[in-house]
């Protein structure tokens, strides 16, 4: 009777082990993504547009331009699946007749966080640029919310709410209370993107 039990506890604890690595294992599952074809890229945007979310001042550019890379592949890992290596932004002014230039510092990230046809889901990191113009100069760190469309071919930028993506402004000299130390920012811009890529 005694034995009979044991093996009765015994298969019901396999039973349940197996049945909790079966519905725990995928939720830990690292998501992938395949991207084609990948490598060197550029991207063209029209109008883009730089607001300090305090002040509301916004600094609009009307042209930019991106080039970096992209992996290839499938299996890929979201995290740092490319790289914005140059950008530029033409004709920059801000409020009060202010005017601009706009550089990359370093190299920034591009990740993806979720994918739904025709949809990829991400952000991109490591942002450093500076603007600088002849009554007000600025630091922008941090980074911004963005979302790629296969049928489009368009790398479109825009804050998401909560997403805790930000980007802070610091550094200020001048720029007459349009920018403060230690505000938030929003960037927004739709590049098209080429080659085209498909990103799933």
Known sequence: MR??????L??????????LA??????????????????AYTGSAGT????????GSTLTC???????????GAGLSGTGIGTITSTTFTTCT???????????????SLNLTAYASPISTGYISGIDATLSGSLCSATVTG????????STGVLTLKPV????????????????????????????????????QTIT
């Open 161 to 196: 709410s909560g997403s805790g993506h930000t980007l802070t402004v610091s550094n200020v000299n001048g720029c007459l209370g349009l920018l403060n130390n230690g505000n938030t920012s929003t960037f927004n811009g739709a590049y098209t993107i080429s080659p085209k």
């Open 10 to 19: 015994l298969s019901g604890a396999v039973a349940a082990t197996a049945v």
């Open 48 to 55: 883009t547009t730089f607001t300090d979310s305090t002040t």
């Open 3 to 8: 034995k009979s039990l044991t093996k009765v």
């Open 143 to 150: 980074s911004a919310d963005a979302t790629y469309s296969n």
């Open 62 to 72: 009307k042209s930019g331009t991106a080039a970096g890379t992209l992996k290839n």
């Open 94 to 108: 801000g409020p009060l007749g202010i005017t601009f230039t706009v550089k990359q510092v370093g190299t920034w």
């Open 22 to 39: 079966f519905s725990v294992t995928p939720a830990f599952a690292a998501t992938t993504y395949t991207v084609a074809p990948g490598g």
